[in-house]
T-cell receptor, first 118, second 109 residues
Framework: GAVVSQHPSRVICKSGTSVKIECRSLDFQATTMFWYRQFPKKSLMLMATSNEGSKATYEQGVEKDKFLINHASLTLSTLTVTSAHPEDSSFYIC??????????????FGPGTRLTVT | GQNIDQPTEMTATEGAIVQINCTYQTSGFNGLFWYQQHAGEAPTFLSYNVLDGLEEKGRFSSFLSRSKGYSYLLLKELQMKDSASYLCAVLDSNYQLIWGAGTKLIIKP
């Protein structure tokens, strides 16, 4: 149980275009989802916390107009990288908390999306 | 500020035991997680400690001392598949996970 999927797993796009990444909880409902970015050999950097039906909470230094997050349902959150530039190339990972386990703060991670902007 | 320290890299031999340390200074504490991450993959949950002491789960054990701001992950009977990065993360007073940079563990035959 507690499986999270991400799509696409890899994407290459041209500079100036937008890319949408989907994160789905497959066998549980997730009121809260998280979006992380990870640079090579570095730890996870939290970008934003996404709550179903409300606006995402962005971490300091993360541009909300560039990284659009939508959490429209209890099983789906999307991250759209708008007007992508080469410096946006990174490994993007989402995670989710199980809404049924309110006392657990364990996060279940998706397999990640490797974004390359040329 | 909030800070979590782990060694950057460790090397161990197949079949041996290795201990990965994690020290933390955070605004509040609501538990500590250990995750395993293989290269190019997402992290997977290993353990969660909120009370002092040792939690054993098969070949992996995790220890916590809240007074010392210290935890370790102990891996026994090392296997080649244990080669991965091990991430320490603390749940702070706002129930937000603060991540360490991870320890890359290299297992040699």
């Amino acid at each position: 149980g507690a499986v999270v999927s991400q799509h696409p797993s890899r994407v290459i796009c041209k500079s100036g275009t937008s890319v949408k990444i989907e994160c789905r909880s497959l066998d549980f409902q997730a009121t809260t989802m998280f979006w992380y970015r990870q640079f090579p050999k570095k730890s996870l950097m939290l970008m934003a916390t996404s709550n179903e039906g409300s606006k995402a909470t962005y971490e300091q230094g993360v541009e909300k107009d560039k990284f659009l997050i939508n959490h429209a349902s209890l099983t789906l959150s999307t991250l759209t990288v708008t007007s992508a530039h080469p410096e946006d190339s990174s490994f993007y990972i989402c995670s989710a908390r199980d809404a049924e386990r309110g006392d657990s703060y364990e996060q279940y991670f998706g397999p990640g999306t490797r974004l390359t902007v040329t | 500020g909030q800070n979590i320290d782990q060694p950057t890299e460790m090397t161990a031999t197949e079949g041996a035991i290795v201990q990965i340390n994690c020290t933390y200074q955070t605004s509040g504490f609501n538990g500590l997680f250990w995750y395993q991450q293989h290269a190019g993959e997402a992290p997977t949950f290993l353990s969660y400690n909120v009370l002092d002491g040792l939690e054993e789960k098969g070949r992996f054990s995790s220890f916590l001392s809240r007074s010392k701001g210290y935890s370790y992950l102990l891996l026994k009977e090392l296997q080649m598949k244990d080669s991965a990065s091990y991430l320490c993360a603390v749940l702070d007073s706002n129930y937000q996970l603060i991540w360490g940079a991870g320890t890359k563990l290299i297992i040699k035959p």
